[in-house]
C-alpha cells in the first residue's frame, strides 16, 4: 500500500472510530491498532497523523489514551530512567524538527482542560502533563473551584520540575486524581482545600532508599492508591504472605536439622523470589558472636583457597555464566536498545541514546547487525508504562557490570560457605545452616525450553565436596501442568528430582514435604515445592484491589504476586523480571515515615519484620557490618 493511500485509509478509520455503531467502531481500532509487522514505526507516524488531524470532539477515547501513550513515551521532559548525564539527551532535544510533535502536544492539551474520565487513573508522567496544559477534571472546570485548582497546579508545577524524582518516585496522574477521587466509585463535586492538602503534599515528599531500620509496625494512612480500604488491604496481604516465609523458613530448617546437612534454598524469581527474604542473615543463624566470627574467619580463608581450586572449574563457571547472561540480560538489552531505536525513527534527535549505548552492549549486541535487523526482532510497542517499569539503557549496563564483576567471587564464597558449613554440623558446632539465593533459575514463560542453565547449575552444585540438600521453591498460577513440571519430567531423570503438589507426578502433597524431605532429602536430587500449600484459587491484583474493603483472601492462594512488577521495586529481585508488557496497576512507591520509599522495598522491610520479629538484629539492619554477607547478599539478590 503506498504511503499517500495508507494515510488516507487510516484517517478514515479514525473518524468512523467515533461510530456509534459498537461494531463499525471496533473494525475501525482494529485497522488501526491490529499487529502490523514488527517494528512498524512507520505506521504509528501515519496513526498519529490521523489523530492529530482530526478535532478532540471527534476522537474515540482509545485514541486520547494512544496519543498521550506516544507523547509520555517520546517527550524527553518526561520521568523515566534517562536524563543528560546518562542518556545523552538533554535541553536541545526538545527543539524537534518538523510540527508533528507540537502539534500533539497542542492536542493533548486540549484534551487535558477537559479531562476525560477514562484518563484518570493512567500513570501518565505529571510534571510532563502540568508542562503541557494543566489537568482540570470535572468537579473543577467552573467557577471558585476552578480558580483554586489551577492556583495549586501553578505552585506545583515548577516544584515538579525543580525536584526531578528518581524514577520509580515519579508523580502520575493517577496520584493526583485522589484529590478530586475519594473512592472506586465516588468523586468529589467541587474543590476541597484540606484534600487537597492530604495528597499535594505527599506529591513532594523526597524520595528515600528505604524505611528506617525500626520500619513502623503498620503502613501509615496513605493518600492515593493505598488510600483508604487498599491500605488495609496490603496489610492483609502483607500478613498473609508472611505465613508464606515462615513456612518455608521452617521447612528449610528442619531439614537441615534432621539430616545434618547445609540446605540451599534455590528461590526462583519472580513469583517464589519474596520467599528468599525468610531468612536471617548467615550471621544470625550463629548462637553466639564468638561462633560466628571464626566461621567467617574460616569462610574467608577458603574463599581465597578456592581461588586455586576455581582453575579446574573455571570453565563451566563461566559457561553457566554466560548462559546467565544470554537468557537474563540480553532479551532486555535488545529490548531497551529496540525502543531508542524506535525513538530515534520517530525523532531522529534521540538517536544519541541508540548510538552511546551500542557499543557498550558490544559483547551481547553487534551493532552493525542490530541496526540491519532491528525492524525484523520480535517486540511490539507496548505504549506508556509507568515510570517504575521502564527498561533504562544506562541501569541495564550498570546492573550488567556489578553481575560480571560479582560472577566468580560469589561462586568462590558459595563454595566456601557450603563447605564450611557442613564441616562445621558435622562436628556438632551447629545446628542447621540454610543459604538462601534469589534468582532467575528458571523461566516458566518459555515453558520447557530454558532447561539447560537449571541443570548445568544443579551439576555444577553437585560436583562439590559435600553438595548441600537443595530446595527449589517456585510458585505457579497453573492448576496443573506448570513449565517447571514440564522441563523437569522431559529433560531430569526420574532419580535427580522430587515434586511435591503441582510440580510433582501427584504421588506428595505439597503438606507432606517437611515428613518426606525430613526422613530421605539427600545431595544429588533437587527438591521443588510451593512455598505454603496446593491451593489453586487466582485471585488477580485487579480482583483483590477493585472492591471497596478487603476482599476474602481465604483459601489462600499464594500466587497472587503473579506479574506486578511493583513488588520488587528497588530491590535485587526488580531487574531478574521479565520485559515488562502490562502496565502494574499498583504504584511504584509508598509513604513511610514522611518520605517515599520504594514499594518492593517497604514490602520486604515488612515481610521480614513480621517473620523474624522486630527485635531481632538480622529484621532491623539489612546491611550487617560484615563485609563477607553483604558480598555474599549482593550475589545472591538477597536485598
Excluded at 499 to 512: H, K, S, W, Y
Aim: with cysteine; glycine share 8%.
Amino acid at each position: 500500500m503506498e504511503s499517500s493511500d495508507a494515510k488516507m485509509l487510516l484517517r478514515r478509520m479514525a473518524q468512523r472510530a467515533a461510530h456509534p455503531d459498537p461494531e463499525v467502531r471496533e473494525r475501525s481500532l482494529m485497522v488501526l491498532f491490529a499487529s502490523r509487522d514488527v517494528g512498524d514505526w512507520a505506521h504509528w507516524k501515519r496513526v498519529l497523523d490521523a489523530v492529530l488531524s482530526l478535532p478532540v470532539q471527534a476522537l474515540d477515547r482509545e485514541l486520547i489514551a494512544f496519543l498521550f501513550d506516544l507523547l509520555c513515551w517520546l517527550d524527553p521532559v518526561g520521568p523515566g530512567p534517562r536524563g543528560p548525564k546518562d542518556s545523552g539527551e538533554g535541553p536541545g532535544d526538545q527543539r524537534v524538527p518538523g510540527k508533528a510533535l507540537p502539534a500533539a502536544r497542542g492536542k493533548a492539551r486540549a484534551v487535558l482542560r477537559r479531562l476525560p474520565m477514562d484518563l484518570q487513573d493512567r500513570a501518565y508522567p505529571l510534571h510532563s502533563l502540568i508542562a503541557w496544559g494543566p489537568p482540570i477534571p470535572r468537579p473543577y472546570r467552573r467557577g471558585p473551584s476552578r480558580h483554586a485548582w489551577l492556583r495549586r497546579l501553578r505552585i506545583l508545577g515548577p516544584r515538579l520540575r525543580q525536584n526531578r524524582p528518581k524514577t520509580w518516585a515519579a508523580m502520575t496522574l493517577r496520584e493526583l486524581a485522589a484529590a478530586w477521587i475519594r473512592g472506586p466509585r465516588t468523586a468529589a463535586n467541587r474543590f476541597y482545600p484540606g484534600r487537597w492538602l492530604q495528597v499535594g503534599r505527599p506529591i513532594l515528599l523526597p524520595p528515600g532508599s528505604r524505611p528506617r531500620a525500626s520500619c513502623p509496625g503498620r503502613i501509615a494512612p496513605q493518600p492515593g492508591f493505598f488510600g483508604g480500604s487498599r491500605c488495609r488491604t496490603l496489610e492483609h496481604l502483607m500478613e498473609r504472605t508472611a505465613r508464606e516465609l515462615e513456612a518455608v523458613r521452617r521447612l528449610a530448617l528442619a531439614v537441615s536439622r534432621k539430616k545434618r546437612r547445609v540446605v540451599l534454598s534455590l528461590h526462583n524469581a519472580t513469583l517464589a523470589a519474596c520467599s528468599g527474604w525468610a531468612f536471617e542473615s548467615l550471621g544470625g543463624q550463629f548462637p553466639d558472636e564468638t561462633s560466628r566470627r571464626e566461621f567467617y574467619g574460616r569462610v574467608r580463608e577458603r574463599a581465597r583457597q578456592a581461588a586455586g581450586r576455581f582453575q579446574a572449574a573455571a570453565a563451566p563457571i563461566q559457561s553457566l555464566w554466560h548462559l546467565w547472561e544470554e537468557r537474563l540480560v540480553k532479551p532486555k538489552v535488545l529490548f531497551a536498545l529496540w525502543e531508542a531505536w524506535g525513538r530515534s525513527r520517530l525523532i531522529p534527535s534521540k538517536a544519541a541514546v541508540l548510538d552511546r549505548y551500542l557499543p557498550l552492549f558490544s559483547p551481547l549486541v553487534n551493532a552493525e547487525k542490530f541496526r540491519r535487523t532491528a525492524a525484523r526482532l520480535p517486540f511490539s510497542w507496548a505504549g506508556w508504562l509507568p515510570p517504575h517499569q521502564a527498561l533504562s539503557p544506562a541501569r541495564l549496563y550498570g546492573w550488567w557490570k556489578e553481575r560480571r564483576m560479582l560472577w566468580p567471587r560469589g561462586w568462590a564464597l558459595l563454595w566456601a560457605l557450603l563447605e564450611e558449613g557442613n564441616l562445621w554440623i558435622e562436628e556438632g558446632r551447629l545446628e542447621s545452616l540454610v543459604v538462601p539465593w534469589i534468582d532467575k533459575f528458571f523461566i516458566s514463560s518459555r515453558r520447557d525450553r530454558d532447561g539447560a542453565y537449571l541443570k548445568a547449575l544443579f551439576s555444577l552444585i553437585q560436583g562439590l565436596e559435600g553438595p548441600p540438600v537443595i530446595l527449589f521453591w517456585e510458585d505457579t498460577a497453573r492448576s496443573a501442568e506448570p513449565s517447571l513440571a514440564l522441563a523437569l519430567r522431559r529433560h531430569w531423570g526420574r532419580e535427580e528430582f522430587l515434586g511435591f503438589g503441582v510440580f510433582g507426578d501427584g504421588r506428595f502433597g505439597r503438606e507432606e514435604a517437611e515428613r518426606i524431605l525430613g526422613d530421605d532429602a539427600r545431595p544429588g536430587c533437587l527438591y521443588v515445592l510451593r512455598p505454603l500449600n496446593d491451593t489453586h484459587r487466582p485471585l488477580g491484583v485487579e480482583g483483590i484491589f477493585s472492591g471497596t474493603g478487603p476482599p476474602s483472601l481465604d483459601p489462600y492462594d499464594s500466587s497472587w504476586k503473579d506479574g506486578i512488577h511493583a513488588l520488587y521495586a528497588g530491590t535485587q529481585v526488580e531487574p531478574l523480571l521479565s520485559v515488562p508488557t502490562d502496565a502494574d496497576l499498583l504504584p511504584g512507591w509508598i509513604c513511610s515515615e514522611r518520605c517515599k520509599v520504594p514499594l518492593g522495598v517497604f514490602f520486604r522491610r515488612r515481610l521480614r519484620r513480621l517473620v523474624l520479629g522486630p527485635s531481632r538484629p538480622s529484621a532491623r539492619a539489612d546491611a550487617p557490618p560484615d563485609h563477607l554477607w553483604r558480598l555474599y547478599a549482593r550475589w545472591a539478590n538477597l536485598h
